[in-house]
Protein backbone atom coordinates (compact mmCIF):
# COMPACT_ATOMS: atom_id res chain seq x y z
CA UNK A 1 0.00 0.00 0.00
CA UNK A 2 2.64 2.35 0.89
CA UNK A 3 4.80 1.57 -2.14
CA UNK A 4 1.31 2.43 -4.20
CA UNK A 5 1.19 5.45 -2.88
CA UNK A 6 4.91 6.31 -3.34
CA UNK A 7 4.36 5.71 -7.16
CA UNK A 8 0.84 7.47 -6.77
CA UNK A 9 2.91 10.50 -5.53
CA UNK A 10 6.45 10.16 -8.47
CA UNK A 11 3.60 9.95 -11.18
CA UNK A 12 1.84 12.94 -10.16
CA UNK A 13 5.29 14.88 -10.20
CA UNK A 14 6.20 13.95 -13.42
CA UNK A 15 3.02 15.42 -14.93
CA UNK A 16 3.28 18.34 -12.71
CA UNK A 17 7.07 18.73 -14.55
CA UNK A 18 5.84 17.73 -17.93
CA UNK A 19 3.03 20.76 -17.74
CA UNK A 20 5.06 23.39 -16.71
CA UNK A 21 8.06 22.77 -19.47
CA UNK A 22 5.37 22.70 -22.75
CA UNK A 23 4.01 25.89 -20.72
CA UNK A 24 6.99 27.43 -20.96
CA UNK A 25 7.91 26.49 -24.47
CA UNK A 26 4.44 27.58 -25.91
CA UNK A 27 5.27 30.96 -24.39
CA UNK A 28 8.99 31.20 -25.75
CA UNK A 29 7.29 30.25 -29.26
CA UNK A 30 4.67 32.77 -29.23
CA UNK A 31 7.53 35.15 -28.19
CA UNK A 32 9.76 34.38 -31.10
CA UNK A 33 6.67 34.04 -33.64
CA UNK A 34 5.22 37.77 -32.49
CA UNK A 35 6.83 40.81 -35.27
CA UNK A 36 8.17 43.62 -33.95
CA UNK A 37 5.92 46.41 -32.95
CA UNK A 38 6.94 49.06 -35.86
CA UNK A 39 6.90 52.72 -34.82
CA UNK A 40 4.84 54.94 -37.35
CA UNK A 41 6.51 57.36 -39.68
CA UNK A 42 5.91 60.83 -39.61
CA UNK A 43 5.79 62.48 -42.21
CA UNK A 44 7.78 66.05 -42.27
CA UNK A 45 7.62 68.82 -44.44
CA UNK A 46 11.23 68.17 -45.30
CA UNK A 47 10.38 64.83 -46.58
CA UNK A 48 7.84 65.74 -48.67
CA UNK A 49 10.26 67.93 -50.42
CA UNK A 50 11.90 64.74 -51.54
CA UNK A 51 15.07 65.47 -49.04
CA UNK A 52 17.20 62.69 -47.08
CA UNK A 53 18.55 63.75 -43.19
CA UNK A 54 18.87 66.10 -41.40
CA UNK A 55 18.71 69.29 -43.77
CA UNK A 56 18.77 72.54 -42.11
CA UNK A 57 18.56 75.08 -45.29
CA UNK A 58 18.90 74.44 -48.85
CA UNK A 59 19.72 77.64 -51.12
CA UNK A 60 19.06 77.08 -54.59
CA UNK A 61 20.90 78.84 -57.32
CA UNK A 62 20.43 79.08 -61.27
CA UNK A 63 23.36 80.01 -63.58
CA UNK A 64 22.58 80.51 -67.43
CA UNK A 65 24.93 78.59 -70.17
CA UNK A 66 26.30 80.94 -72.51
CA UNK A 67 28.53 79.82 -75.71
CA UNK A 68 32.24 81.84 -75.28
CA UNK A 69 34.62 80.23 -77.86
CA UNK A 70 32.60 77.27 -79.18
CA UNK A 71 32.34 76.20 -75.10
CA UNK A 72 29.33 76.89 -72.46
CA UNK A 73 30.06 79.20 -69.58
CA UNK A 74 28.20 79.58 -66.71
CA UNK A 75 26.31 82.64 -66.65
CA UNK A 76 26.39 85.35 -63.24
CA UNK A 77 24.63 82.76 -60.70
CA UNK A 78 20.68 84.11 -59.71
CA UNK A 79 19.46 83.11 -56.25
CA UNK A 80 16.11 81.16 -56.31
CA UNK A 81 14.74 80.07 -53.45
CA UNK A 82 16.30 79.97 -49.84
CA UNK A 83 14.76 77.37 -47.65
CA UNK A 84 15.02 76.37 -43.72
CA UNK A 85 13.68 73.89 -41.78
CA UNK A 86 14.09 73.13 -37.72
CA UNK A 87 15.17 69.93 -36.27
CA UNK A 88 11.83 68.52 -36.20
CA UNK A 89 11.82 68.61 -40.54
CA UNK A 90 9.09 71.38 -40.17
CA UNK A 91 9.88 74.28 -42.27
CA UNK A 92 10.26 77.53 -40.77
CA UNK A 93 11.52 79.74 -44.01
CA UNK A 94 10.64 79.54 -47.42
CA UNK A 95 11.73 82.98 -49.61
CA UNK A 96 11.71 82.77 -53.58
CA UNK A 97 13.07 85.13 -55.81
CA UNK A 98 11.46 85.06 -59.06
CA UNK A 99 13.91 85.35 -62.32
CA UNK A 100 12.95 88.00 -64.88
CA UNK A 101 11.46 86.73 -68.21
CA UNK A 102 10.84 83.50 -66.54
CA UNK A 103 7.27 82.74 -66.85
CA UNK A 104 6.37 80.00 -68.27
CA UNK A 105 3.23 79.19 -70.74
CA UNK A 106 1.14 76.57 -71.77
CA UNK A 107 0.73 73.10 -70.27
CA UNK A 108 3.30 71.10 -68.68
CA UNK A 109 3.84 67.43 -68.48
CA UNK A 110 6.32 65.90 -66.64
CA UNK A 111 8.40 62.35 -66.16
CA UNK A 112 10.42 61.27 -63.46
CA UNK A 113 13.38 59.39 -62.77
CA UNK A 114 14.03 56.06 -60.19
CA UNK A 115 14.25 58.15 -57.51
CA UNK A 116 11.76 60.46 -58.32
CA UNK A 117 13.68 63.82 -59.59
CA UNK A 118 12.63 65.17 -62.97
CA UNK A 119 14.04 64.13 -65.66
CA UNK A 120 11.90 65.23 -68.37
CA UNK A 121 9.11 68.11 -68.95
CA UNK A 122 7.21 68.70 -72.22
CA UNK A 123 5.70 72.06 -73.06
CA UNK A 124 2.58 71.72 -75.14
CA UNK A 125 0.41 75.13 -76.73
CA UNK A 126 -3.28 75.27 -75.08
CA UNK A 127 -4.21 73.21 -78.64
CA UNK A 128 -2.09 70.12 -77.50
CA UNK A 129 1.00 70.68 -80.39
CA UNK A 130 4.48 70.89 -78.62
CA UNK A 131 5.75 73.91 -77.71
CA UNK A 132 8.98 72.71 -76.05
CA UNK A 133 10.66 70.34 -74.18
CA UNK A 134 13.73 69.87 -71.78
CA UNK A 135 15.42 67.03 -70.07
CA UNK A 136 17.38 67.25 -66.85
CA UNK A 137 20.78 65.23 -65.61
CA UNK A 138 21.56 65.72 -62.00
CA UNK A 139 24.87 65.01 -59.35
CA UNK A 140 24.25 64.42 -55.65
CA UNK A 141 25.75 64.64 -52.95
CA UNK A 142 26.95 62.12 -50.06
CA UNK A 143 23.45 61.33 -48.51
CA UNK A 144 21.68 61.53 -52.07
CA UNK A 145 19.77 64.51 -52.12
CA UNK A 146 20.85 66.49 -55.83
CA UNK A 147 23.54 69.27 -55.63
CA UNK A 148 23.66 70.02 -59.22
CA UNK A 149 21.04 69.94 -62.23
CA UNK A 150 21.67 70.85 -65.79
CA UNK A 151 18.82 71.39 -68.15
CA UNK A 152 19.28 70.70 -71.79
CA UNK A 153 16.45 72.09 -74.33
CA UNK A 154 15.44 69.93 -77.23
CA UNK A 155 17.25 71.34 -80.78
CA UNK A 156 16.83 70.48 -84.36
CA UNK A 157 19.72 70.07 -86.84
CA UNK A 158 20.72 67.39 -89.55
CA UNK A 159 21.72 65.12 -87.16
CA UNK A 160 17.81 65.14 -85.63
CA UNK A 161 16.85 66.25 -82.02
CA UNK A 162 19.40 66.83 -80.08
CA UNK A 163 19.63 68.36 -76.68
CA UNK A 164 21.60 71.55 -75.52
CA UNK A 165 22.75 72.42 -71.95
CA UNK A 166 21.37 76.06 -71.35
CA UNK A 167 21.03 76.39 -67.51
CA UNK A 168 22.37 74.82 -64.50
CA UNK A 169 20.60 74.43 -61.14
CA UNK A 170 23.04 74.55 -57.58
CA UNK A 171 21.12 73.73 -54.08
CA UNK A 172 23.49 74.33 -51.31
CA UNK A 173 22.45 72.18 -48.54
CA UNK A 174 23.37 72.25 -45.07
CA UNK A 175 22.86 69.85 -42.43
CA UNK A 176 22.15 69.58 -38.48
CA UNK A 177 25.38 67.82 -36.92
CA UNK A 178 24.18 64.81 -35.02
CA UNK A 179 25.92 61.43 -34.41
CA UNK A 180 24.58 59.63 -37.59
CA UNK A 181 26.00 62.90 -39.64
CA UNK A 182 28.98 62.29 -37.63
CA UNK A 183 29.69 58.39 -38.56
CA UNK A 184 28.64 59.49 -42.06
CA UNK A 185 31.67 62.12 -42.61
CA UNK A 186 33.79 60.23 -40.70
CA UNK A 187 33.43 56.50 -42.38
CA UNK A 188 36.71 55.45 -40.06
CA UNK A 189 35.00 56.46 -37.32
CA UNK A 190 31.63 54.57 -37.77
CA UNK A 191 33.73 50.95 -38.92
CA UNK A 192 35.55 51.01 -35.70
CA UNK A 193 32.12 51.91 -33.85
CA UNK A 194 30.24 49.03 -35.85
CA UNK A 195 33.42 46.49 -35.57
CA UNK A 196 35.93 46.84 -33.38
CA UNK A 197 38.90 45.27 -33.86
CA UNK A 198 40.80 43.54 -30.68
CA UNK A 199 44.24 45.23 -30.48
CA UNK A 200 46.94 42.67 -30.72
CA UNK A 201 49.85 43.09 -28.38
CA UNK A 202 52.68 44.65 -29.29
CA UNK A 203 56.13 43.31 -28.46
CA UNK A 204 58.82 44.98 -27.19
CA UNK A 205 61.77 43.93 -28.74
CA UNK A 206 65.14 43.34 -26.68
CA UNK A 207 67.48 46.11 -26.77
CA UNK A 208 70.05 45.84 -29.84
CA UNK A 209 73.54 44.40 -28.60
CA UNK A 210 76.74 46.41 -30.27
CA UNK A 211 78.59 43.29 -32.08
CA UNK A 212 81.35 43.43 -34.04
CA UNK A 213 80.28 42.92 -38.14
CA UNK A 214 81.86 40.12 -39.63
CA UNK A 215 84.51 40.84 -42.22
CA UNK A 216 83.47 39.26 -45.93
CA UNK A 217 85.12 39.45 -48.94
CA UNK A 218 83.86 39.58 -52.48
CA UNK A 219 84.70 36.67 -53.38
CA UNK A 220 83.35 34.82 -50.22
CA UNK A 221 80.46 32.00 -50.93
CA UNK A 222 78.97 33.29 -47.50
CA UNK A 223 78.55 36.52 -48.64
CA UNK A 224 74.47 36.81 -48.54
CA UNK A 225 72.19 39.58 -47.48
CA UNK A 226 70.77 38.80 -44.39
CA UNK A 227 66.44 39.54 -44.30
CA UNK A 228 66.43 42.88 -42.50
CA UNK A 229 64.30 43.24 -39.74
CA UNK A 230 62.67 46.05 -38.24
CA UNK A 231 62.33 46.61 -34.46
CA UNK A 232 58.52 47.49 -33.43
CA UNK A 233 59.11 51.04 -31.64
CA UNK A 234 58.74 51.10 -28.41
CA UNK A 235 55.79 53.52 -26.38
CA UNK A 236 58.63 55.87 -24.86
CA UNK A 237 60.06 55.70 -28.67
CA UNK A 238 56.19 56.81 -30.56
CA UNK A 239 56.02 59.36 -27.64
CA UNK A 240 59.37 61.25 -28.25
CA UNK A 241 58.68 61.24 -32.12
CA UNK A 242 55.04 62.74 -31.71
CA UNK A 243 56.68 65.46 -29.43
CA UNK A 244 59.36 66.13 -32.17
CA UNK A 245 57.03 66.67 -35.12
CA UNK A 246 54.68 64.80 -37.21
CA UNK A 247 54.86 60.77 -38.10
CA UNK A 248 54.12 59.63 -41.12
CA UNK A 249 51.53 56.73 -40.65
CA UNK A 250 50.91 53.95 -43.13
CA UNK A 251 47.51 52.57 -43.56
CA UNK A 252 46.91 49.17 -44.88
CA UNK A 253 44.65 49.35 -47.72
CA UNK A 254 41.01 48.46 -47.64
CA UNK A 255 39.75 46.18 -50.50
CA UNK A 256 36.74 47.90 -52.65
CA UNK A 257 35.54 44.54 -52.63
CA UNK A 258 34.98 44.52 -48.66
CA UNK A 259 31.40 45.46 -47.49
CA UNK A 260 31.23 48.46 -45.83
CA UNK A 261 29.28 49.20 -42.96
CA UNK A 262 25.34 50.62 -43.41
CA UNK A 263 24.61 53.35 -41.51
CA UNK A 264 20.79 54.04 -40.46
CA UNK A 265 19.43 57.63 -39.91
CA UNK A 266 17.36 58.59 -37.20
CA UNK A 267 15.31 59.97 -40.25
CA UNK A 268 14.28 57.44 -42.79
CA UNK A 269 14.47 57.97 -46.28
CA UNK A 270 11.61 59.25 -48.25
CA UNK A 271 10.28 56.56 -51.02
CA UNK A 272 10.64 57.38 -54.32
CA UNK A 273 8.10 59.03 -55.52
CA UNK A 274 8.13 62.64 -57.88
CA UNK A 275 9.88 65.32 -56.24
CA UNK A 276 8.02 69.04 -56.00
CA UNK A 277 8.63 71.36 -59.51
CA UNK A 278 11.43 73.74 -58.91
CA UNK A 279 10.67 75.91 -61.41
CA UNK A 280 6.68 77.65 -61.04
CA UNK A 281 3.81 77.61 -63.39
CA UNK A 282 2.20 80.83 -64.66
CA UNK A 283 -1.20 81.33 -63.03
CA UNK A 284 -2.60 84.86 -64.61
CA UNK A 285 -4.53 86.82 -62.50
CA UNK A 286 -5.48 85.29 -59.25
CA UNK A 287 -8.08 87.80 -57.94
CA UNK A 288 -10.60 84.88 -58.58
CA UNK A 289 -8.68 81.89 -57.12
CA UNK A 290 -7.99 83.45 -53.54
CA UNK A 291 -9.16 81.44 -50.78
CA UNK A 292 -8.66 84.74 -48.35
CA UNK A 293 -8.04 87.84 -50.32
CA UNK A 294 -7.53 90.84 -47.71
CA UNK A 295 -8.24 94.58 -48.99
CA UNK A 296 -4.93 96.71 -48.77
CA UNK A 297 -4.89 99.39 -45.88
CA UNK A 298 -5.70 103.19 -48.33
CA UNK A 299 -2.26 105.38 -47.63
CA UNK A 300 -3.28 108.21 -45.45
CA UNK A 301 -0.83 110.24 -48.05
CA UNK A 302 -2.57 109.16 -51.16
CA UNK A 303 -5.85 109.95 -49.23
CA UNK A 304 -5.13 114.08 -48.97
CA UNK A 305 -3.28 113.75 -52.38
CA UNK A 306 -6.45 112.34 -54.02
CA UNK A 307 -4.06 109.25 -55.52
CA UNK A 308 -6.73 106.72 -57.21
CA UNK A 309 -5.17 103.56 -59.42
CA UNK A 310 -4.89 99.96 -60.13
CA UNK A 311 -1.59 97.94 -58.49
CA UNK A 312 -0.27 94.91 -60.19
CA UNK A 313 1.52 92.95 -58.29
CA UNK A 314 3.49 89.58 -59.20
CA UNK A 315 3.90 86.76 -56.50
CA UNK A 316 4.87 83.36 -56.25
CA UNK A 317 2.77 80.87 -54.35
CA UNK A 318 4.45 77.74 -52.64
CA UNK A 319 2.77 74.32 -53.17
CA UNK A 320 0.78 74.99 -50.16
CA UNK A 321 -1.04 78.10 -51.60
CA UNK A 322 0.71 80.56 -49.40
CA UNK A 323 2.40 83.70 -50.70
CA UNK A 324 5.94 83.35 -50.99
CA UNK A 325 6.87 86.77 -52.76
CA UNK A 326 5.47 89.41 -54.06
CA UNK A 327 6.76 92.66 -55.92
CA UNK A 328 4.30 95.58 -57.51
CA UNK A 329 4.95 95.48 -60.93
CA UNK A 330 3.07 98.72 -61.93
CA UNK A 331 0.56 101.49 -60.34
CA UNK A 332 0.84 104.88 -58.09
CA UNK A 333 4.28 104.17 -56.61
CA UNK A 334 2.49 106.16 -53.38
CA UNK A 335 0.18 102.46 -53.40
CA UNK A 336 2.45 99.96 -54.45
CA UNK A 337 3.75 99.32 -50.74
CA UNK A 338 0.24 98.48 -49.48
CA UNK A 339 -0.46 96.66 -52.12
CA UNK A 340 2.67 94.24 -51.21
CA UNK A 341 1.42 94.22 -47.78
CA UNK A 342 -1.81 92.83 -48.68
CA UNK A 343 -0.81 90.46 -50.73
CA UNK A 344 1.47 88.56 -48.35
CA UNK A 345 -1.27 88.10 -46.49
CA UNK A 346 -3.36 86.34 -49.11
CA UNK A 347 -4.59 82.37 -49.20
CA UNK A 348 -5.08 80.57 -52.45
CA UNK A 349 -5.93 76.63 -52.30
CA UNK A 350 -3.13 74.23 -53.91
CA UNK A 351 -2.29 73.96 -57.32
CA UNK A 352 -1.71 70.28 -58.68
CA UNK A 353 0.40 69.57 -61.92
CA UNK A 354 0.71 65.74 -63.04
CA UNK A 355 -0.47 65.05 -59.43
CA UNK A 356 1.92 66.87 -57.67
CA UNK A 357 1.89 69.89 -55.98
CA UNK A 358 3.67 73.17 -57.63
CA UNK A 359 4.71 76.79 -57.35
CA UNK A 360 2.40 79.40 -59.00
CA UNK A 361 3.31 82.36 -60.53
CA UNK A 362 0.67 84.83 -61.18
CA UNK A 363 -0.25 88.90 -60.76
CA UNK A 364 -3.31 90.05 -58.15
CA UNK A 365 -4.69 93.17 -59.10
CA UNK A 366 -5.59 95.79 -56.34
CA UNK A 367 -8.02 98.94 -57.20
CA UNK A 368 -7.70 101.98 -55.23
CA UNK A 369 -10.83 104.28 -55.83
CA UNK A 370 -11.71 107.14 -53.41
CA UNK A 371 -15.30 107.11 -52.18
CA UNK A 372 -17.26 110.28 -53.11
Given at each position: ????F???????L??????????????L?????????????????????G?????????T???????????P?E?????????A??????K??N????I??A?L?G?????Y????N?S???????????L?K??????F???????????????????G????P??????S???????N???????????A?T???????V????????????K?T??????????V?????S??????K?????????????S??????V????????S?G?K???????????N?T????????Y?D????????G??????????????V???????P???R??????A??A?F?P??L???P???????N????L??
Amino acid sequence: MFRMFNRLCLITLCLMVLNAAASAQTNLTAKAGSAPATAPVVETDRSRDGLIGPVRRVRTEVAKLLTAEGRPQEGKHQVVEVVAYDLKGNKIENQYFPIAGATLTGKEVYKYDEKGNISEMTMLNPDGTLLSKEMYKYEFDFLGNWSKMTTSVAMVDSRGITFEPTEVTYRSIMYYLDENMVRMVTPGAASAATNPQPMAPVATAPAPVNKPEPKTTAGSKNNKKAPVVADLPSASTSAAKLASGPVDVKVQAVSTSQQMPVIALDEPPPSPGPKPILKPVSGGVLNGTAMLLPPPLYPDAAKRMRTQGVVSVDVILDETGKVVSANASSGPAILREAAVAAALKARFSPTKLSGQPVKVAGVINYKFALVP
